[in-house]
């Protein structure tokens, strides 16, 4: 089946640096991907829509400033938590439909970030 | 906007059948998917419904009723690694994902 990776998989840094998670589609071509947060025992919640080629587009509530978000090519998409405060640590998950005819989404690993 | 509801928690034996509801509140979705997400791990697709009626796949089977705003996963012949969080999902129009509060299920020997 279709592969999402999501690099890296833990990150620890320290408030108010910035950090770059990305992801990247490896056997098919996303015009759009997904990012989600997950705080613990939570469910995900959809934080924005990544487009290639376009701006991303945020779900109410969420920083496009804080959160930046650059699609680069088919493949890759990343997400830059700018100015990281402890609050942020969280569970970030990518997902990427692999085309309009497929129902199924894939996920990818998820990155555990940690701002201490 | 939209909004999911499922049970918190489902407990059951090996072997046995188990039903995870979901009830949704929305005004317009192509469909309902589910997903499993073990401790710390991706979330992995299990079922989807783009139509009232039931889809089997292998010892899953989903459920939806558009007119009731309700969809159910069902479980069959469970077995230990089937515990886990799962998820209904709204299905946007855009492709987006609106995830359900999440059902721990836990399989007891």
């Known amino acids: 089946g279709a592969v999402v990776s999501q690099h890296p998989s833990r990150v620890i840094c320290k408030s108010g640096t910035s950090v770059k998670i990305e992801c990247r589609s490896l056997?098919?071509?996303?015009?759009?991907m997904f990012w989600y947060r997950q705080f613990p025992k939570q469910s995900l919640m959809l934080m924005a829509t990544?487009?290639?080629?376009?701006?991303?587009?945020?779900e109410q509530g969420v920083e496009k400033d804080k959160f930046l978000i650059n699609h680069a090519s088919l493949t890759l998409s990343t997400l830059t938590v700018t100015s990281a405060h402890p609050e942020d640590s969280s569970f970030y998950i990518c997902?990427?439909?692999?085309?309009?005819?497929?129902?199924?989404?894939?996920f990818g690993p998820g990155t555990r970030l940690t701002v201490l | 906007g939209q909004s999911l509801e499922q049970p918190s928690e489902v407990t059951a034996v090996e072997g046995a059948i188990v039903q995870i509801n979901c009830t949704y509140q929305?005004?317009?979705?192509?469909?309902l998917s589910w997903y499993q997400q073990h401790d710390g791990g991706a979330p992995t697709f299990l079922s989807y419904?783009?139509?009232?009626g039931l889809e089997e796949t292998g010892r899953f089977s989903s459920f939806l009723s558009r007119s009731d705003s309700y969809g159910y996963l069902l479980l069959q012949e469970l077995q230990m690694k089937d515990s886990a969080s799962y998820f209904c999902?709204?299905?946007?129009?855009?492709?987006?994902?609106?995830f359900g509060s999440g059902t721990q299920l836990t399989v007891l020997p």
């Open positions: 929305t005004s317009g979705f192509y469909g």
């Open positions: 997902s990427a439909p692999r085309g309009i005819s497929y129902n199924e989404q894939f």
């Open positions: 419904n783009a139509l009232d």
């Open positions: 056997d098919f071509q996303a015009t759009t």
């Open positions: 990544s487009n290639e080629g376009s701006k991303a587009t945020y």
């Open positions: 999902a709204l299905d946007g129009s855009a492709r987006q994902l609106t």
